[in-house]
């Protein structure tokens, strides 16, 4: 865990050829184009909310996933390993090892299937090797995501210090970074085929908490990517008055709140379509801002899909299990208050 603060602010992180045809999931028609034997299911918009968890333990096999209601599944995390003959190189997640020929499944129960690159547990030091090579990472990422039929790649960037403006000494400028790279990737995943996703902390998009780098990385690929989700969990600044803090309703709604980040309160007009919330799951899988999921529910789902109807853009979860009560709500309840399932 890494903890910084600021005058006003204090941050903590923890996020340890070709054929086509037609078919329908869900109400929505969709096109699949068969290629060199992999499927990509070009992007539709739909109106349905998403709803996301993350993979990030073997305490459950990755195929329970299909029996649940989440409409992504995103498995993490990959990271950057050590030079090889010069070139990047990239580590897999370990409890990945035996499922991957379980992704085809999830697809054919109807889900999107990501991986995520990053991770709390990644720290400045390991992205270095990287900086200034942004198109080739990106060529090693998209390869990983064409090779094992992934829909498409999520960053999750925690590395607090690159994202500070002006860059600190002995940092590197993070903003720059991810916005080569996401340039890099959407250049070879296309966006009618392929999803690509961030996870951004909620200082990262306030101006005030050192300049707020992501705002300035949104200003410049934002059309490039699908949705952020901001996790609004282990930031105790940031995410423990939900309505405040979470939603944006109520007395001075913080400037990263979504109604905040949808109406531009933080330098930039965010479509509410490509927010997503994010919570944990479990109060274990966070070291603050779990709510019980009836609350979350009721506090934040709700009010958001009333505000904004078929604009809401969706929940996520971190992370998946099946071992206690609040995980098996989020698996088969919470789809309900997202207008998933009667």
Do not use: C
């Not at 990422?141 to 960037?157: A, C, M, T, Y």
């Not at 934040?300 to 998946?320: A, C, H, N, S, T």
């Amino acid at each position: 865990m890494e903890k910084t603060s600021s005058d006003n602010v204090e941050v903590e992180f923890s996020h340890s050829k070709q054929k086509s045809l037609s078919l329908k999931i869900k109400g929505a028609r969709i096109f699949v184009i068969i290629a060199l034997g992999m499927m990509a299911v070009i992007n539709t918009v739909s109106a349905e909310p998403r709803y996301l968890v993350y993979y990030n333990s073997n305490a459950a096999p990755l195929l329970a996933t299909a029996d649940a209601d989440y409409t992504h599944i995103i498995i993490s995390f990959i990271t950057l390993g050590p030079l090889v003959d010069g070139e990047l190189t990239l580590l897999s997640p370990p409890e990945m090892v035996g499922q991957w020929s379980d992704v085809v499944k999830l697809k054919e129960a109807g889900k999107r299937v990501m991986i995520s690159f990053g991770g709390g547990d990644m720290q400045a030091d390991d992205y270095r090797v990287a900086i200034g090579r942004e198109v080739e990472l990106a060529k090693k990422i998209s390869e990983f995501v064409k090779q094992r039929g992934l829909d498409g790649v999520d960053i999750d960037f925690e590395v607090s210090s690159a994202l500070k403006i002006p860059t600190p000494a002995g940092a590197f400028d993070g903003a720059s970074f991810l916005t080569a790279l996401t340039q890099g990737l959407r250049d070879l995943l296309p966006q009618e085929y392929y999803l690509i996703s961030h996870a951004p902390q909620p200082p990262y998009l306030d101006p005030l908490w050192h300049g707020g780098g992501y705002v300035k990385l949104l200003k410049q690929v934002g059309e490039k990517i699908d949705w952020i989700a901001v996790q609004y969990y282990n930031n105790p600044s940031f995410d423990t008055q939900p309505t405040r803090t979470v939603v944006g309703e109520g007395d001075a709604p913080f400037v990263t709140s979504y109604i905040s980040i949808v109406e531009g309160r933080n330098g930039l007009v965010w479509p509410s379509d490509k927010l997503v919330v994010g919570k944990p799951v479990y109060k274990a899988d966070a070291a603050n801002g779990h709510l019980a999921p009836a609350a979350v529910a009721r506090t934040i789902v709700e009010p958001l899909r009333k505000r904004y109807g078929d604009q809401f853009g969706g929940l996520m979860g971190w992370q998946f299990s099946t071992l206690t009560a609040d995980h098996r709500y989020w698996n088969n309840e919470m789809a309900k208050s997202l207008g998933l399932k009667p």
